[in-house]
């Protein structure tokens, strides 16, 4: 009787059903008959919630729509056209709703991250998305990431009910009509943009991507983020204009050094995360002096304004400038050199160009290795090792979860003990990173600040302005170490960009929102010069100093600066060497070859020491971090970091005959560095294959690591 009663119901239900399909049929086919005009309005409605999330407004939206109309109808347009393609479909409401779901998720994940950070969402970030969930708790909280999930899973829900519920398209699918009319639509589409360019509606520079958001809308700049990349080959381009650049390559190939240079000194190259002169903020009044000894050391040192790339945030922007001489303009907006060409290409940098002098480079930083896919970058721009936050022991971080800087002093005159040659150390600090909490998170503040608009504003500073103080700490503890070396030496301290505060040029007293600060220190005695200038133009400055004209960018800022083309040939150079023929290197090829080791330490391994009682075991040795983890027979064991001597295996105690491996590991479950194969026999470790990376060969072509994999 039950099951009969069921399928009673259920054929209710289908009947209700049906008549309700047949009550909505002329609603259906009155959506179809005008769906063109329909899906415009459409479009102009979710353009108009982009902006609302984006600029977390509804009246700033507002004032969008009114002060820019064609900028608007263009972004409408722009959605629009993607609406186009659900007449290719029969189920024509799924596919609007998908097209909404996929727009509305960019303008929502917009809005997301310009709460954390000053740069909106892009086609970069994607690429770094895999990056980006190494960090995400330093931007998210436990609440907030589990949030974000049940949303996506009722989203994955809602969208697998609309598929089998939403009704299909009865009529004919006329295709050879509807891709003519796709065709059609994408030429004026077309001739819009090409007209809004030219009329400067829409821009194809963008200067501070941040305000091209707010001036352009999320839709056009989230596409041309997409789609323009690289340096597009600019008018002029032949070999007789890098000839006549070049000097018929002698830019490129003649080294000369003169004065000091003829020392050889260390170079030390510290690019300080969010850091700027705070005193350069017209209301911020603070305590005490949050950066005592950097400003001690300008009032006898080099130093001024650094003019960067960005502001608030893409680090790595900055830190391409510092590294190549490259200026940032000529790529596409928003675009990371280290998320494009330079993941598969090499270039030269200050790592190479010191290489060929006869210098040993490191690159040390106290975050993730394969973040910004640093960990290959630094391989294609020549660098000899690359010690990340996966290679050394952090044993004190900030509230927010980002390394201490005060681990970055030993770091970085272990790696110039290391070596018998001069050395180049390119170190990232991260201790000053965003975001900052708006409440108080700490204990007992060496600094307290008032002058902010808002008491969570407040907080944000007195956060930010202690973390500088202790990042400071490291520079003063820095020159002291290094002053204890008595080696000719010249260090740099540069800011990558802004912090995440909000601020405008009103703000500051330099009136640029793209100024940090530089200061270069050395024991040589150079003459003090105070000067303005860009970050590509730091190392040039650097070179200067010493006495080295070397390097084809970094000579070509030497001698060109101040003269007729002084940019478009710079814009030329870059296009040459990145994208074009390369005529500069006709007579003589200055890329490095990739060779790069990850860390300086070899992880060795002296006992294992298996439970009487438990199937656990105790691995004895040297140089084990948090990412360490034992490898036995060639498979992964769970891993227990307990200091950097001591790893346990929790689930696994050790027999006779095991191999033993230690690996280094990186996200995604990259290789690092691996130590040699150990035997375990008669409670002894005995090595019975040198798996150690050699040098000269790649991290990422070690045959022991792939084995591993």
Request: glycine letters at 6%; hydrophobic letters at 40%; a positive charge.
């Amino acid at each position: 009787m039950a099951d009969r009663e069921k399928r009673k119901a259920r054929r209710k239900l289908k009947h209700e059903n049906s008549e309700l399909y047949e009550k909505m049929q002329p609603i259906y086919a009155m959506g179809n008959r005008f769906s063109f005009p329909l899906q415009f309005l459409l479009a102009f409605f979710v353009n108009f919630i982009i902006e609302t999330v984006s600029r977390h407004s509804p009246i700033l939206a507002v004032n969008y729509l009114i002060k820019t109309p064609l900028v608007f109808l263009y972004n409408t347009f722009l959605i629009f056209l993607t609406y186009i393609i659900v007449y290719f479909f029969k189920r024509r409401i799924f596919a609007r709703v998908m097209i909404s779901l996929f727009w509305l998720v960019l303008g929502v994940a917009n809005g997301v991250l310009l709460l954390k950070r000053v740069t909106p969402f892009n086609a970069q970030d994607l690429k770094v998305a895999k990056d980006g969930l190494a960090v995400i708790n330093n931007y998210f909280n436990f609440t907030e990431i589990v949030l974000l999930l049940v949303i996506l899973c009722l989203l994955v829900i809602g969208i697998a009910i609309l598929f089998k519920k939403a009704a299909k398209y009865q009529g004919k699918l006329r295709r050879v009509f509807y891709i003519i009319g796709l065709a059609a639509i994408i030429g004026l589409f077309s001739i819009t943009t090409t007209r809004a360019i030219d009329k400067r509606v829409i821009s194809t520079y963008f200067g501070n991507i941040a305000f091209a958001y707010e001036d352009y809308g999320l839709p056009y700049c989230f596409f041309t983020s997409l789609v323009n990349t690289g340096i597009k080959e600019p008018d002029g381009y032949s070999k007789k204009a890098i000839d006549d650049i070049t000097n018929n390559g002698n830019l490129v190939k003649n080294v000369k050094v003169t004065g000091k240079g003829k020392q050889k000194p260390n170079i030390v190259v510290v690019q300080l995360e969010s850091l700027f002169d705070i005193d350069d903020v017209e209301w911020l009044q603070t305590s005490m002096d949050p950066l005592p000894n950097l400003h001690k050391l300008a009032k006898n040192y080099s130093n001024g304004y650094l003019k960067v790339p960005t502001v608030g945030a893409g680090t790595v922007n900055t830190e391409f400038e510092v590294l190549t001489g490259m200026n940032l303009r000529y790529f596409g907006p928003g675009e990371y050199p280290y998320k494009t060409i330079l993941k598969k290409e090499t270039a030269e940098s200050a790592a190479s160009v010191l290489n060929r002098m006869g210098y040993k480079s490191e690159a040390i930083h106290n975050n993730t290795g394969n973040f910004y896919s640093r960990s290959t970058v630094f391989d294609n721009l020549g660098f000899d090792s690359f010690t990340s936050k996966e290679l050394m022991n952090v044993l004190s971080t900030t509230p927010m979860g980002w390394a201490k800087d005060s681990i970055l002093p030993g770091e970085i005159t272990k790696a110039m003990d290391q070596t018998s040659e001069k050395d180049f150390v390119f170190t990232i600090s991260v201790q000053s990173h965003g975001d900052y909490p708006d409440k108080p998170t700490l204990d007992n503040p060496r600094i307290k600040v008032a002058g902010a608009a808002t008491e969570e504003e407040n907080y944000k500073w007195e956060y930010y302005v202690n973390q500088i103080y202790e990042v400071d700490q490291f520079v003063g503890e820095l020159i002291n170490d290094i002053k204890k070396r008595n080696e000719p030496t010249v260090v740099v301290f540069y800011g990558d960009h802004l912090p995440t505060m909000g601020l405008e040029a009103k703000d500051l007293k330099s009136r640029y929102t793209f100024n940090t600060n530089y200061l270069i220190w050395d024991n040589m005695g150079l003459k003090q010069e105070d000067k303005n200038i860009a970050s590509y133009q730091l190392m040039s400055e650097v070179f200067k100093k010493i006495g080295y004209n070397a390097g084809t960018f970094f000579k070509y800022h030497q001698e060109r600066q101040k003269t007729k083309n002084y940019l478009p040939d710079l814009e030329l150079l870059q296009y040459d060497v990145l994208y074009g023929k390369k005529y500069a290197y006709d007579k003589f090829d200055p890329l490095p070859t990739p060779h790069m080791v990850m860390g300086l330490d070899n992880v060795t391994l002296s006992t294992a020491t298996p439970s009487k009682d438990d199937e656990n075991t105790i691995i004895n040795g040297a140089y084990f971090t948090k990412y360490s983890k034992v490898y036995v027979n060639g498979k992964r064991q769970e891993t227990t970091f307990l200091n950097d001597t001591l790893l346990m295996l929790p689930k696994y105690k050790v027999k006779d005959g095991d191999k033993i491996t230690v690996a280094q590991m990186g996200s995604s479950n990259t290789f690092f560095r691996v130590s040699s194969t150990y035997n375990y026999h008669k409670g002894g470790l005995y090595i019975i294959k040198d798996t150690e990376m050699k040098q000269g060969v790649s991290w990422s072509k070690q045959p022991n690591a792939k084995a591993l994999q």
